[in-house]
Every structure is written in structure tokens, then in C-alpha cells.
């Protein structure tokens, strides 16, 4: 996400640096030569046992053909396989109301962006119809729609500004549910379809769980707290075994301002300035804290939908707390609790998990409607010798009191970052998407990079985050207690330092095997247990010396017990590859294509919008589009094999 790397609010709590930890026992060079992997090959999930303790391996070897870099402006793929472009933004969703097609020029109206897809393709999850089947045929996706680029989505960028700009803006942000269905070679969005829908920044939705109905979270609007107004820059998500998707505001932060110049400290550690650049307070005045001083406390939450019942309200699940959500991926107990695992995507911030109070009920869909209200959110705190604890941010624990300025578990919940501080969570480089092992349980997840670690005034390298200046980033793994991911103490590993093998400084080489990538972002488990890692170079960063070798951003599948990488797909110019999920029998792999273009100018001036790229549409549209894109094997066969 481009917009992670501000740093004007960074975490400034006094958390210890792990190697000020007592039971810290490796150096920084131990680490940096490779010492994290033989540390922990004794320990029970180095080379991914089973519960059995023996090796598992994926019924299938990686036998396709690896791809080299690339700067060609277009989705690249191995031979064999096929590549076919699904649902861009502009194209319409396919809802009972129709709605026109996409204007390469821009001129589509907020009320027809309300019937389209939305701007920026992120997390994506596939849910087979009819309900509770598995039909790799017929399905509904779940798209994200993170934010808008000004310059693209009209005709005059932000030259003047309007109202009708701000709602247009509004409504290319959020969700998208659609119908697709596979015809024999080719997949297409089913037009018209009764489950087709935007989700938008105005769509109502329910406030649910602990935080709602308090009285930080009520507004004019909504004078009982328990009603939100949509929401936006929906980055990674998740879902749940009843098969409702969590989508997760991210860079919330951003959309607000104060007339006032007055922004109280709560807001500022979430990185809220009295001024925005996307100007939506300008014309719609909850986003402007001198107006709705408590608006900005109902963003920054996991929303759960349900894209079965087109009908059902979106709910705010307070509970799973409020910070830059990136993700919250799915782990189940033996006592069929359910265990999310979340990244807050800023420097220098921290790695969580929320646990169900109550089992998860198999046969009864509508048991399981308010299960995300009741549970437990904790803070991870990794400790220099492997081990790790989870911190409970519950009211009364953990240094949460009134003593300490909390004043209940709804404040703990709203001040989840301060919270976290509290707590004595370990600052982390950039925690984004998480990935749990079908078999296993080993959770995995992205730390994407941090230039700023080991600046003067920044915190300095820890066992957990081992290099300064880290811009490359790395994967993090762990294994929990017991195998239950319930337990409040777990081991953790270093999975892969990104890297180039032929950077100048040898500690920025890292020790990926295989094909090398660099700000590992979007990670998936399929099936078979092998890795789908995306990458998120910087548009910035993608010119720089550091990151000379590895062209466009990727898509590459590691094997975890034998680390080896293997690029499978590359990005067209200025993009970001981000979210990704394959139909139930393994043939066609769904893959999202953000921001293809960026940077396309300033965000005042779409003069030249194809500068940079003109995916999908070639030389003769308008300008670049994000999209949904399908890969499958020319033969029909299994991906990846």
C-alpha cells in the first residue's frame, strides 16, 4: 500500500528492543548469516512435521518453468499457462439495475461508479455456489476496492473539486461482490446476477461488539454510536467457515482533517493530521474532525459481509480492535475456536491475533452470526531466544486500568495501538498479510520493509527484525503452543530475509533461495501447503539501485519445508500484485492487479494517464485499469503442477 511508509506518526512508545531482552542469546550477525534457520532446526516445525512429526510434502511437485524479471507492461505467466483478464474497474457488477460501461475518458458519474467495479484491486476470496457446495464452476467473489487515484478517476483529476468528485470517490472505494462462472475454457462475471453489490464509503453498517454504542464512537448521525457510514482503503481480508468475508481499513487515517487544526492525541498516534490531501472533508463534513470530532473512531475496524444475502447489513466487529488492519487470516482450534491473525501495516507497529470466546457451530449458519462479538485480542511480543508471548489488551491487564488511562475494555478496543504500547508489544517492520498452513497451523506472515530501522532517533534491529535500513523486508513464522492457536506462548523463526544476491551491502542480500523478490507483501497457503508470496515494491523504490534487478512486481510460490522460491507471475508497469485465491479443484488461480500506471502524474494533473503503463486495455484505452485477473493451464491441469 503506498501510502504505509509516513512515518510523521510512527510509533513512538518506550517498548524494549529485543536485544535489550535479558533472554536474548543470538547477535545481529548470528542472525544476518543465516543462524535463525539452524537455531530452530530442532524445534518441531522446522521442515513443516505434521502432527505425526513427519514431513509433509504437497501431493504435487512445483514443475512448472520459473519466469525471469520483467519490465514489460503486461501479466506475465509460465509457459503453458493462459492468463485472461476478469473485472476491471468501470466494468459493470452485473446488479438488476444495470449500469453503463466504463468511459476510457472518465466520465462516468458517481451514480454509475455506484454499479462498477471499484478503483484498486486488493484481497480477494472465492465462495462457491450454491452455498455449502464446492463448485469450482459457479462462485461469488469478494473483491476489495482499497483507494482512488484522483488523476484517473475523472476527467480533470482534482484541478476543481466537488461534490459529486467526493461521492464518486466514495463510491469507487470498498467492496465488490460478483458472480462469475466458468463456460468450459473462460471464465466471465454473470450479468445481471441477484448477489451482485457495492459496498461503498456511505453504505450503512452495523457498530457491533464491545465498542458500540459508547460514547466515542456517536455522532450526529448517529446519536446512538451503533450505525456507521461505510467503508474505505479496504486493503487485505479474510473469511469465515460460514463463509462471510472480512474486509480490512487500512490507511484510514488519511481521509481526515480538522478545520480547527486541533487533533487529540488518540488520533494522532493512528497518524491523523489536521490536514488531507484527498480533500473528502471538503464536501462531506464527517470528515472533518472540527465537525464529528468521534467520526474517525468508528474507521479502522474489521467489516464483516455477507455475500450470500445481498440484503445483510455490513457489521463493524469491534471486538478484533482498531489499528491499520492488513488481513485477518483464518486459524481453527481443535475445540473449533477460530483464531484471526492481523498485521498492522505501518513501521515500527505490531502483530495481533483475536480468539473466539465460543466454538464455531458447523451446522448451524445463523449460531455463528455474532461469534466475532465475544473474545479475546492479543499483541505479540517476540523474545531473542525463539520464543514469543501473546498479550492480552483486556481491560484490567497488562497495565490496561484507569489507573493507566484506559477505562474500559470499549477504550482499550478504540486505543488498540496505545493499548499495545501499554502492553509492551514488539515494534515490527511493516506487519501485512498473514498465511496459516493448511496442516501444520504454522502462521506465517509479511514484514515488507522499513528504511527506517536503525535510524538516528528509530528503534534499532532486534532478533525479529535483524536488518537496519530494511529495505527489502522479511517473513516471519511461527508455531504455536500446543499446536492450539488459542495458546498464549509460541516458537518463532525467520522464514526468508528478501534480498537481491547482488546488492553492494551484504547485509541488504538476504538469503531467499531460489528466484529473489524484495517487499514481500500478499501471502496465501493453497491446498497443497506451498506459499503464494506477492511482492509490493514502491513505484519509488522500483527505480532505485537497491532494487535494479528484480523489474515489475511478482507473484512467487515457495515450497516451506525447502525454502525454494519460484516466480510465477509478473506485473505490468507501476503496479502492485496483491491478493490471490484458487477455485476449490486447483485449475484457475484468481489473482488481483492494483494501481497498474502509478505513478501517472500528481494527483491534480491526469494530463498523460498512460504514461506509465496501458494495461489492461492496450494503446487505444483511455487509461490504465486495475483488475481481477484468471490464470489457468492451457491443458486444464492443476496450477503450480
Not at 66 to 78: H, K, L, Q
Not at 329 to 338: H, Q, T, Y
Not at 510 to 518: A, P, T
Request: glycine share 10%.
Amino acid at each position: 500500500m503506498p501510502f504505509a511508509s509516513d512515518d510523521s506518526q510512527s510509533n513512538r512508545s518506550g517498548n524494549p528492543y529485543l536485544f535489550d531482552l535479558p533472554d536474548c542469546k543470538l547477535s545481529r550477525r548470528e542472525l544476518l548469516a543465516g543462524a535463525v534457520a539452524g537455531a530452530f532446526a530442532t524445534l518441531p516445525f522446522a521442515g513443516c512435521a505434521t502432527s505425526s512429526g513427519t514431513r509433509w510434502q504437497g501431493p504435487e511437485a512445483l514443475s512448472f518453468g520459473a519466469i525471469s524479471p520483467s519490465r514489460e507492461d503486461t501479466v506475465r505467466v509460465p509457459a503453458g499457462y493462459r492468463a485472461q483478464v476478469l473485472f476491471a474497474w468501470g466494468d459493470p457488477i452485473g446488479s438488476p439495475q444495470g449500469a453503463p460501461a466504463f468511459r476510457p475518458d472518465a466520465s462516468n458519474s458517481a451514480a454509475d461508479q455506484l454499479l462498477q467495479a471499484g478503483m484498486h484491486h486488493d484481497a480477494i476470496e472465492y465462495y462457491p455456489l450454491p452455498y455449502g457446495s464446492t463448485s469450482s464452476r459457479r462462485a461469488l467473489l469478494a473483491i476489495n476496492h482499497e483507494y482512488t487515484d484522483d488523476g484517473l478517476l475523472h476527467t480533470d483529476g482534482m484541478r476543481t473539486w466537488t461534490a459529486e468528485k467526493v461521492a464518486k470517490s466514495q463510491a469507487a472505494h470498498g467492496v465488490s461482490v460478483i458472480e462469475v462462472a466458468n463456460t468450459g475454457d473462460r471464465w466471465q462475471v454473470v450479468r445481471p446476477s441477484p448477489y451482485a453489490r457495492r459496498i461503498t464509503a456511505a453504505t450503512p453498517m452495523t457498530i457491533s461488539g464491545p465498542a458500540a454504542g459508547v460514547p466515542a464512537m456517536r455522532t450526529s448521525y448517529d446519536p446512538q454510536g451503533v450505525l456507521a457510514r461505510g467503508t474505505f482503503n479496504n486493503c487485505a481480508g479474510g473469511l469465515t467457515p460460514w463463509g462471510t468475508y472480512l474486509t480490512c481499513e487500512e490507511n484510514w487515517n488519511l481521509y481526515f482533517a480538522a478545520s480547527d487544526g486541533q487533533v487529540p492525541q488518540p488520533l494522532r498516534r493512528y497518524g491523523v493530521n489536521a490536514k488531507s490531501s484527498l480533500r473528502w472533508h471538503e464536501h462531506d463534513a464527517r470528515f472533518d474532525l472540527a465537525k464529528e470530532p468521534n467520526e474517525a473512531n468508528r474507521c479502522g475496524w474489521v467489516v464483516e459481509i455477507d455475500p450470500y444475502e445481498p440484503q445483510a447489513r455490513p457489521v463493524k466487529r469491534t471486538a478484533l480492535g482498531r489499528f491499520k488492519h492488513e488481513g485477518a487470516m483464518l486459524s481453527v482450534g481443535p475445540d473449533r475456536r477460530l483464531t484471526f491473525y492481523m498485521g498492522d501495516d505501518e513501521v515500527f507497529e505490531y502483530i495481533y491475533k483475536f480468539v473466539t470466546r465460543d466454538p464455531w457451530n458447523p451446522s448451524d449458519r445463523s449460531a455463528n452470526r455474532n461469534l466475532l462479538d465475544h473474545g479475546t485480542l492479543y499483541v505479540a511480543r517476540f523474545h531473542g531466544d525463539g520464543s514469543g508471548d501473546w498479550l492480552a489488551l483486556v481491560h484490567g491487564m497488562n497495565g490496561l486500568t484507569a489507573e493507566n488511562g484506559f477505562v474500559d475494555q470499549a477504550d482499550v478496543l478504540i486505543r488498540t495501538r496505545e493499548a499495545a504500547d501499554r502492553a509492551g508489544a514488539t515494534r515490527m517492520d511493516r506487519p501485512e498479510w498473514g498465511a496459516v498452513h493448511p496442516r501444520t497451523l504454522e502462521a506465517y506472515m509479511t514484514l515488507t520493509n522499513n528504511p527506517l530501522r536503525g535510524a538516528p532517533g528509530r528503534p534499532g534491529t532486534d532478533a525479529a527484525n535483524p536488518r537496519a535500513r530494511n529495505v527489502f523486508g522479511h517473513i516471519v513464522r511461527w508455531r504455536e503452543e500446543r499446536r492450539d492457536p488459542a495458546s498464549t506462548r509460541f516458537q518463532w523463526d525467520i522464514f526468508a530475509l528478501g534480498g537481491d544476491p547482488q546488492a553492494e551491502d551484504p547485509t541488504q542480500r538476504g538469503n531467499v533461495k531460489g528466484d529473489m523478490y524484495g517487499s514481500p507483501d500478499g501471502l496465501w497457503f493453497d491446498p497443497s501447503g506451498y506459499l503464494w508470496i506477492q511482492t509490493d515494491v514502491s513505484t519509488t523504490n522500483l527505480n532505485r539501485t537497491d532494487y535494479k534487478t528484480m523489474g515489475n512486481n511478482q507473484m512467487l510460490v515457495a515450497d516451506v519445508v525447502t525454502r525454494e522460491t519460484k516466480r510465477f507471475l509478473t506485473g505490468p508497469n507501476g503496479c502492485e500484485v496483491t491478493g490471490c485465491v484458487m477455485s476449490p479443484d486447483g485449475r484457475s488461480l484468481f489473482v488481483n492487479i492494483q494501481h497498474p500506471g502509478e505513478p501517472a502524474g500528481d494527483r491534480s494533473d491526469p494530463a498523460n494517464p498512460r504514461a506509465v503503463s496501458v494495461w489492461p486495455d492496450g494503446p487505444s484505452g483511455g487509461r490504465p485499469r486495475s483488475a481481477t485477473v484468471v490464470i489457468s493451464k492451457a491443458d486444464g491441469g492443476r496450477i503450480g503442477t
